[in-house]
């Protein structure tokens, strides 16, 4: 704990009276954007396989941690102690099979009563609105399904795609098409689920083989900018036909 005493005292410098003007001036809506960022950036040094660069963002996020406990602890509501020995808490009570001496653990049951002391109401309730829009609808979907609200298969959801495509191409202005457009997203999503599919990965990883391929387009071609459309094709099909041959 000798390190992380250490950072709990820095964050406690920083935010004090001779400290740095900006970190006194955060709160926890200002500084939760980086927390996001930061978690992000956990997950593409894991995606990389970069260890170095795991090790630094980690740091990173948890030192955002300790900055929402320092602006917590200014404010009397609590400090990084009660962060710490909540999770314990948690941790301990969600695996009675190791730390309470029974014989196994019910997950959902488990979290179902956490959700009822934390005065969770409904099945959909406690999902964070800050989450990834992918992934939040992802396990709203799943809460639904918990209580029997859900399709019997895939099938179900594949035609409810169709049936949004219609809606936003029938839509009779942005803010109708935006809002069948999200419709459309959620069924893909949906879909996804029942596939057993990862919506929120796969679309990263789409992203990713985006990237790379339009990075290899203009390797290829220095003046792509300049290229017509038509050429930019070719060469995108180039792309894929290389990688297609190296996977293969």
Same mark, same amino acid.
């Given at each position: 704990?000798?390190?992380?005493?250490?950072?709990?005292?820095?964050?406690?410098?920083?935010?004090?009276?001779?400290?740095?003007?900006?970190?006194?001036?955060?709160?926890?809506?200002?500084?939760?954007?980086?927390?996001?960022?930061?978690?992000?950036?956990?997950?593409?040094?894991?995606?990389?396989? *970069?260890? /170095?660069?795991?090790?630094? +963002?980690? =740091? !990173? %996020?948890?030192?955002? &941690? #300790?900055?929402? $406990?320092?602006?917590?602890?200014?404010?009397?509501?609590?400090?990084?102690?009660?962060?710490?020995?909540?999770?314990?808490?948690?941790?301990?009570?969600?695996?009675?099979?190791?730390?309470?001496?029974?014989?196994?653990?019910?997950?959902?049951?488990?979290?179902?009563?956490?959700?009822?002391?934390?005065?969770?109401?409904?099945?959909?309730?406690?999902?964070?609105?800050?989450?990834?829009?992918?992934?939040?609808?992802?396990?709203?979907?799943?809460?639904?399904?918990?209580?029997?609200?859900?399709?019997?298969?895939?099938?179900?959801?594949?035609?409810?795609?169709?049936?949004?495509?219609?809606?936003?191409?029938?839509?009779? *202005?942005? /803010?109708?098409?935006?809002? +069948?457009? =999200? !419709? %459309?997203?959620?069924? &893909? #999503?949906?879909? $996804?689920?029942?596939?057993?599919?990862?919506?929120?990965?796969?679309?990263?990883?789409?992203?990713?083989?985006?990237?790379?391929?339009?990075?290899?387009?203009?390797?290829?071609?220095?003046?792509?900018?300049?290229?017509?459309?038509?050429?930019?094709?070719?060469?995108?099909?180039?792309?894929?036909?290389?990688?297609?041959?190296?996977?293969?």
């Amino acid at each position: 704990m000798q390190m992380f005493d250490r950072l709990v005292a820095v964050m406690a410098r920083l935010r004090g009276p001779d400290g740095c003007d900006w970190d006194r001036a955060q709160n926890f809506a200002s500084i939760a954007p980086y927390t996001i960022e930061e978690a992000y950036e956990v997950a593409d040094a894991i995606a990389r396989d *970069d260890p /170095a660069a795991l090790k630094d +963002e980690l =740091g !990173d %996020l948890q030192l955002q &941690v #300790v900055f929402h $406990a320092a602006i917590a602890a200014d404010r009397g509501a609590f400090g990084i102690d009660d962060v710490l020995a909540g999770i314990v808490d948690k941790m301990e009570r969600r695996h009675p099979h190791i730390f309470g001496g029974a014989e196994g653990a019910d997950w959902e049951a488990i979290k179902a009563a956490e959700r009822a002391n934390a005065a969770v109401t409904g099945a959909l309730g406690g999902v964070a609105l800050g989450l990834p829009a992918l992934l939040r609808a992802e396990k709203l979907q799943r809460r639904a399904a918990r209580v029997g609200f859900d399709w019997h298969d895939a099938a179900g959801p594949r035609a409810k795609i169709d049936e949004e495509l219609v809606e936003v191409e029938t839509a009779t *202005d942005a /803010a109708h098409r935006a809002e +069948e457009v =999200g !419709d %459309l997203l959620f069924a &893909v #999503v949906n879909w $996804a689920r029942h596939l057993g599919v990862d919506a929120e990965a796969a679309l990263r990883a789409a992203n990713g083989k985006f990237e790379a391929r339009f990075a290899a387009m203009e390797a290829l071609d220095p003046a792509f900018p300049e290229r017509s459309l038509d050429e930019q094709e070719a060469l995108w099909n180039r792309v894929k036909q290389d990688a297609a041959q190296r996977q293969g």
